[in-house]
């Protein structure tokens, strides 16, 4: 099982918007309405941010936005912050209770 | 509050073997899929492990054989035997309460180096 394909970064100035992708194959993003998304700060543990391609956990700012589209989904953040500053990590189900992960995309608010 | 906190991560010698615990608190654990999760210094997060509330365990290929994974519900407790450890398995290790959609609770991960 191959790696989710994420952009290895991406840039933005505060208050604009952001997208990051993740591309997978018809066995796991194409398949399953079953991407999450995780926020992780330098030597902290991932945090969920994003559920069953749009969902937001309670407490997750409506700043942060989900979507797909075939086998690609898609992370928006919106009003960039500089607390927005961090790596961020999709997941999806692939099948067969197993699961695949991005390579992860390094934010940086400019 | 919940809570999971790992254990047992270490210096250990290539083909050597090394037992991850992870104690979970603040929640009804048997009710729970758990997973472990590993990340290299400098890379991405890889899935290495889950187990079903029933205790059936699921594995990549990249692990499958040489990690197994179970749970002691009575002491809310998930642990992973890691056995023929190479080089590649150096990470820090998280485990994680999750379901098929998501991963919604994390630890603060253990640091496990396979080095002579």
């Known amino acids: 099982q191959s790696a989710l394909t994420q952009p290895a970064s991406v840039s933005g100035s505060p208050g604009q918007s952001i997208t990051i992708s993740c591309t997978g194959t018809s066995s796991d993003v194409g398949s399953y309405n079953l991407v999450s998304w995780y926020q992780q700060h330098p030597g902290k543990a991932p945090k969920l941010m994003i559920y069953?391609?749009?969902k937001r956990p309670s407490g997750v700012s409506n700043r942060f936005s989900g979507s797909k589209s075939g086998n690609t989904a898609s992370l928006t953040i919106s009003g960039l912050q500089a607390e927005d500053e961090a790596d961020y990590y999709c997941?999806?189900?692939?099948?067969?209770?197993?699961?695949?992960f991005g390579g992860g995309t390094k934010l940086t608010v400019l | 509050e919940v809570q999971l906190v790992e254990s047992g991560g270490g210096l250990v010698q290539p083909g050597g073997s090394l037992r991850l615990s992870c104690a979970a608190s603040?929640?009804?654990?048997?009710?729970?899929?758990m997973h472990w999760v590993r990340q290299a210094t400098g890379k991405g997060l890889e899935w290495v492990s889950a187990i079903g509330t029933a205790g059936d365990p699921y594995y990549p290929g990249s692990v499958k054989g040489r990690f197994t994974i179970s749970r002691e519900n009575a002491k809310n407790s998930l642990y992973l035997q890691m056995n023929s450890l190479r080089a590649g398995d150096t990470a820090v290790y998280y485990c994680a309460r999750g379901t098929y959609s998501y991963m919604d609770v994390w630890g603060k991960g253990t640091t496990v180096t396979v080095s002579s």
């Open positions: 069953e391609v749009s």
């Open positions: 997941c999806s189900y692939a099948g067969s209770s197993r699961w695949v």
């Open positions: 603040g929640f009804t654990f048997s009710s729970y899929d």
